[in-house]
């Protein structure tokens, strides 16, 4: 290895190499992702942010949010339940059937439907006790379940995939988590003065939270007594005397974070989806 | 006569056996034409590793307590983490690394550094980039990828300054007068090539023309890995290849064996960045591969951990055994070819998908970065200073004792910054995957090993602060003397400026 052409022309085909398999393949596979149309809505996933929103991202990522919070839930991996959809009314035949395949309260069961009747099975064992149970008016379903801690700590109902990310400039995976998940914050119902209020002192509404407060993006005014407050101002209890109203940046910051929402229900990543009495009612009709 | 340490002028050059001081350059002069170039390398990186520290230090601090200097949006921590990130990586591993470099091409080569003033000009433009860099990070313009924080015009004047640093890195290998290329040049030599590669590839589609959704994140990856992988690693191996045999008087113990090590980096290495995804939202065959390559990757860290073992082992019979420890030099380095190979170790375990969905997202991917940048490649880099700094000036280190603090302050530092951010990372992931540990519970258990990563952090500080302070010293003993003749040539009052200062 003493000629050092010969190193170069090595050392080139490593850069060659690392440039089809790291680079070029992924751009063929995932690069030119599209939108899709939900089966079950008809609207096309993912829908591009609002414009306060699409500046909030701007915010978090000026913020370095990333560097505590992840965006991205981990899904090690699915079983399957059993759902009894519907007793119908032949309850002593079910509960016949149902001690049969060992089930033990079954007669609770009957009368809770719909209900989840069993859990951790294979496709294969759920559709077999499933196809016993349906039986005349009586109907079970087998149930797809998502695992992992992630969906366990409620972090999402499904696996974040390529699909959740396309409209994401800069994609803020983040890669620790001093802080909770984040890819499902816009379907956990926090009202966003709460959400303001978090950012402005975390420990108010979180007393042991680790995150450290985001003041310098709200407006801070003494304010006398029964003077009238702002409409956006946070609530007179978290500093006694003052108003603290957001600045635009913090408002959009919110906006950015209730936009965050990765649970449609993907044919790559479907979200579990239990049967519901009214769903039941409605394809059992046309039926006979 | 007992081993001289190697900080010293005193050890003999012609040590290494093959220099016919005849025909080729000089070693002095050699060391004169990379006096000025590197002494400006050198200072700047030292300066952004004592600011990058003390940045780290800061966002550890925040770790304890969120409200400490919360009220200034340039110090949140946000910010801090990813500038102090930045100016370690492109201020001090890269710009040290880069001087380094120079240096090792120009001494294997028997060859003078060429284009010297551009190497000047690229010093200006490297460390004016760095600068607006971290300020623009600290000020919120940044790009929101790891390690590539830097805004877009900062990305092209540090590619621009690379390439001039490049050219003559490249140049003085090609006016190489030795014919046996050895195993540093290889090493140097690839990663004169991957870095601009890498860095403007990364550049073009994260940040000028950014590719859509998830793919960013495969490229981010790709970046970060191959930026330890392919361009800092390959510098600290040729420290260590160079030193390691130099400094214990022994030839290397194999070129194949190195050789082999060499191609296995380069073809397999590569690859191995993506192991932060598995499980993520990209085609399982990606981290896959990645996990695929950082268990080969094991091979070419072995071989080329038995290498070195080998060679040090012949240097016992000889007069150099205990060189280690009388050498400051060879202490490092023994540290960082330990700390390479731990890392090595650590990063395949970490890629296995079952330790990833524990490891990943904690403090134990901090540690291994930490492991690597300040254990491995900061170590052999401080090595490398330590030796090649005083044949550059021609000036001993003041003080030798203070390398030794130097050596003990940053070794602790790093095992309780590794370690504890280590065990911790692992605890906190094993929380993480039990779901009945809530959440909040999981954070709180971090904080008292992020404490023990703090004192490892200040440990490092201080350390850094010890070299900072004993290379100053040597400055000044090394320009009294210009002082003097310029002063007695201006004004004739030579003999009188400085009274009593050299005793």
Redesign the interface.
């Known amino acids: ?4 052409l010969l ?2 022309f ?6 060659g ?3 089809w ?3 070029l393949a ?2 063929v ?5 599209q939108p899709v149309v939900l089966e079950t809505t008809g609207e096309t996933y993912p829908a591009p942010r609002s414009g306060l929103a699409q500046q909030g991202a701007d915010i978090y ?8 919070h ?1 965006q ?1 839930v ?3 991996g699915v079983n399957f339940e059993v759902w009894l959809a519907d007793s119908g009314s032949a309850w002593p035949q079910l509960a016949a059937t149902m001690d049969r395949l060992k089930i033990s309260d079954a007669d609770k069961f009957i009368t809770q439907a719909p209900v989840k009747i069993l859990g951790g099975l294979t496709m294969l064992e759920a559709s077999g006790i499933a196809s016993q149970l349906t039986n005349g008016e009586a109907k079970a379903s087998v149930v797809l379940a998502t695992l992992g ?1 992630d969906i ?2 409620g972090w999402g109902k499904r ?22 998940d984040l890819s499902n914050y816009g379907t956990r119902a926090v009202p966003a003065a709460l959400a303001l209020q978090h950012l402005y002192s ?2 108010s509404t ?1 007393p ?9 993006l709200f407006n801070k005014r003494q304010i006398a007594e029964g003077q009238k407050r702002a409409a956006n101002a946070l609530p007179a209890t978290v500093e006694p005397g003052y108003e603290i109203t957001p600045t635009p940046e913090a408002e959009a910051l919110v906006a950015y974070l209730m936009s965050l929402n990765a649970s449609a229900s993907l044919a790559e990543a479907p979200v579990p989806a239990p049967p519901v009495k009214s769903a039941i009612a409605a394809p059992a009709a046309p039926a006979p | 006569m007992s081993a001289p340490s190697s900080t010293s002028l005193q050890e003999t050059e012609a040590s290494g056996g093959v220099c016919n001081a005849d025909e080729h350059d000089s070693v002095a002069e050699i060391d004169a034409s990379c006096r000025w170039p590197l002494l400006l390398l050198f200072t700047s990186g030292i300066l952004w590793l004592v600011l990058g520290t003390v940045l780290a230090l800061i966002a550890a601090i ?2 304890h307590k ?2 400490f200097l ?4 340039w110090l ?4 801090i ?2 500038a102090s990130m930045n100016a370690v990586l492109y201020g001090f591993s890269s710009q040290v690394g880069i001087g380094v470099a120079l240096w090792l091409m120009c001494r294997l080569g028997h060859v003078k550094l060429a284009f010297q003033w551009p190497v000047i000009v690229a010093w200006k433009l490297w460390n004016a980039a760095v600068t607006i860099g971290v300020v623009a990070i600290l000020a ?7 390690w590539l924080e830097m805004p877009r015009g900062v990305a092209g004047m540090l590619f621009v300054a690379y390439a001039l640093f490049g050219i003559s890195l490249v140049a003085t ?2 006016m ?1 007068r030795e ?3 050895f195993p540093s040049q ?1 090493y140097l ?2 990663a004169a ?2 870095f601009p ?1 890498i860095y403007s ?1 990364a550049s073009y ?2 940040i000028v023309d ?10 981010s990856g ?1 970046f970060t890995g ?1 930026l330890v992988t392919l361009w800092l690693t390959p510098i600290g191996l040729a420290g260590i290849f160079y030193f390691l045999p130099r400094l214990s008087g022994q030839p290397l113990h194999s070129r194949e064996l190195a ?1 082999f090590g060499f ?1 296995v980096l ?2 397999v290495g ?2 191995g ?2 192991t ?2 598995i ?5 399982k065959w ?1 981290p896959a ?1 990645s996990t695929a390559a950082n268990v080969c990757l094991l091979v070419a860290v072995i071989s080329n951990a038995w290498n070195w073992r080998e060679t040090c082992r012949a240097s016992c019979t000889t007069s150099h055994r205990n060189a280690w420890k009388t050498d400051s030099v060879l202490r490092f380095i023994f540290f960082g070819a330990f700390a390479y190979l731990v890392h090595g170790v650590i990063a395949a375990l970490m890629s296995m998908p079952t330790v990833a ?1 524990v490891t ?4 134990a ?2 540690a291994r970065n930490n492991l690597v940048l300040h254990g491995f490649v900061g170590m052999v880099l401080f090595g490398c200073l330590y030796y090649i700094i005083p044949r550059l000036v021609q000036v001993n280190w003041p003080s030798e004792s203070s390398i030794r603090a130097h050596f003990l302050c940053s070794a602790i530092g790093v095992l309780l910054l590794s370690l504890g951010l280590g065990i911790g990372g692992v605890l906190q992931g094993l929380k ?4 009945s540990v809530p ?2 519970d999981v ?2 258990g ?2 008292p090993f992020v404490g023990l990563s703090t004192l490892g952090v200040l440990l490092l500080l201080i350390g850094q602060l010890l070299f900072l302070s004993n290379y100053l010293k040597l400055l000044r003993a090394f320009a009294e003397p210009m002082v003097r003749a310029v002063c007695s040539v201006c004004c004739g009052c030579g003999s009188t400026a400085k009274p009593g200062v050299r005793s």
């Open positions: 290895m003493n000629n050092g190193l170069f090595g050392i080139f085909l490593s850069l190499g690392s440039f398999a790291l680079l992924p751009q596979q995932i690069g030119r992702a990522r000026a913020q370095g949010c990333v560097e505590c992840s991205q981990r899904q090690s801690p366990q700590r696996a974040t995939v390529t699909q959740d990310y396309l409209y994401d400039n800069p994609v803020q995976l983040g890669s620790l988590r001093i802080g909770p975390p420990q979180m042991k939270s680790m995150m450290p407060p985001y003041r310098y | 925040k770790l969120g409200d919360a009220d200034t949006s949140t921590l946000g910010r983490r990813p919120g313009a940044t790009t929101g990828f790891e290998f090609a190489r014919s046996e290329v290889w030599l690839a090539f991957w590669w590839a589609l994260l950014p590719v859509r959704g998830a793919l960013q994140a495969s490229i790709w191959n050789s191609w380069l073809f590569n690859f960045g993506l932060g995804l499980g993520g939202p990209v085609p990606m591969v969905s990943n997202f904690t403090y991917v901090v993480l995957a039990n779901a959440f909040m954070v709180r971090t904080v």
